[in-house]
């Protein structure tokens, strides 16, 4: 557990105190800065402004400690929070936390070592309703009452990080999208028993905004989840789908003719993608080339066919030649065809002019 170390504290403060000393002045209104003589003389704004600063988590914790004035502005003031830090005890810690940071909207609760349980996020959930990204990954010993109390306590998540929480199941995941309808950005790698079909078909009718998808690993996904998700979420950007074993080129036929904004797919050991799945990619860019539509800055830059072995160098180079902002060479790299001794032959537009290589090296407009 962190506690308050005053002699801490008044080391932090000595410091702070030696370091602005150069720096002091007169006050915006012209008088001379007042005299502090010690931390507990700082103004509240001052505080919240100083721990912005210092970017230690751990600081922001000791000072909600020190006395009910610091702790209320703390309160309302802290809107991001990271336990990452904590090797130990952080289901207690964020248990006596939650009530003080009711206004928090970016909390991280990521995991070497799994210590979060259950208790902890419904006190989140009972707390922080204006939360919008949460990252719980690695979060071995969750069970669907996480899920069902985040449902209910933060139902403006844009982002949710659950990868590697094995224990949810799709009904659960459903039940969130039901309530958390703003979702932008969901992490399910991992998640086997959480990310089926149903799951993605829910996912599909209810959270509309989706940009961003982790599937990977998830092999119980079929084309029936992914397809679903190409109708509903017309706006997905990145869709990751290493390790999904089942799917077809169904499922990158209708990401390509349903998703005009997808900058970056991963199909890492889909085994079963051939080259249809290759030629509708490339042939995307001719169907979404509208008016003002730029390949580079609208076209897929990352696409990771590693292991999909059945594709043959005519139909990758087509996509390469469809889509600028996709590179083979050292630079960039963002085409990864790796385990494909077949594709070796495949090149970007820098393998034949290597100018364009420094200049792809400039903006990277992956998402």
Aim: proline share 4%; hydrophobic share 40%; with cysteine.
């Amino acid at each position: 557990m962190v506690s308050a170390r005053p002699g801490e504290l008044d080391a932090w403060f000595k410091s702070l105190m030696v370091s602005s000393s150069s720096q002091r002045g007169q006050s915006e209104s012209g008088g001379p800065l007042p005299t502090l003589s010690g931390w507990k003389d700082l103004p509240v704004e001052l505080l919240l402004r100083i721990l912005s600063t210092v970017g230690d988590d751990r600081m922001v914790i000791v000072a909600s400690g020190v006395c009910t004035g610091w702790r209320d502005a703390l309160g309302w003031g802290v809107t991001r929070l990271s336990l990452s830090w904590c090797k130990q005890n952080m289901n207690s810690l964020m248990i006596s936390l939650a009530h003080k940071f009711t206004k928090l909207q970016v909390l991280t609760l990521r995991q070497n070592n799994p210590q979060l349980e259950d208790s902890a996020v419904e006190a989140v959930a009972n707390y922080c309703h204006d939360l919008r990204e949460l990252d719980l990954s690695r979060s071995f010993r969750l069970s669907d009452r996480s899920l069902y109390a985040l449902a209910h306590g933060c139902p403006r998540l844009t982002r949710l990080n659950i990868s590697g929480c094995s224990n949810f199941i799709d009904t659960a995941l459903t039940y969130l999208t039901c309530r958390c309808k703003n979702l932008k950005c969901l992490n399910l790698c991992g998640c086997v028993k959480a990310a089926s079909d149903r799951a993605l078909q829910a996912i599909a009718q209810n959270c509309g905004q989706l940009q961003s998808l982790n599937l990977g690993w998830c092999d119980e996904v079929t084309d029936k989840g992914v397809t679903s998700l190409a109708t509903g979420c017309p706006d997905l950007r990145a869709v990751d789908l290493c390790g999904c074993v089942l799917i077809t080129d169904e499922s990158v036929v209708a990401l390509a003719n349903g998703c005009p904004h997808l900058r970056s797919l991963g199909l890492y050991f889909c085994q079963n993608i051939t080259d249809r799945a290759m030629y509708s990619l490339a042939n995307s860019r001719v169907k979404s080339k509208r008016g003002r539509w730029d390949a580079v800055k609208d076209g897929l830059a990352n696409l990771n066919i590693s292991q999909c072995t059945a594709l043959t160098p005519p139909a990758v180079q087509a996509v390469c030649d469809s889509f600028p902002a996709l590179h083979t060479c050292p630079e960039r790299h963002s085409l990864i065809i790796s385990g494909c001794l077949s594709l070796t032959s495949v090149h970007c537009a820098c393998a034949l002019h290597p100018h364009r290589a420094g200049r792809a090296l400039m903006p990277n407009h992956a998402y």
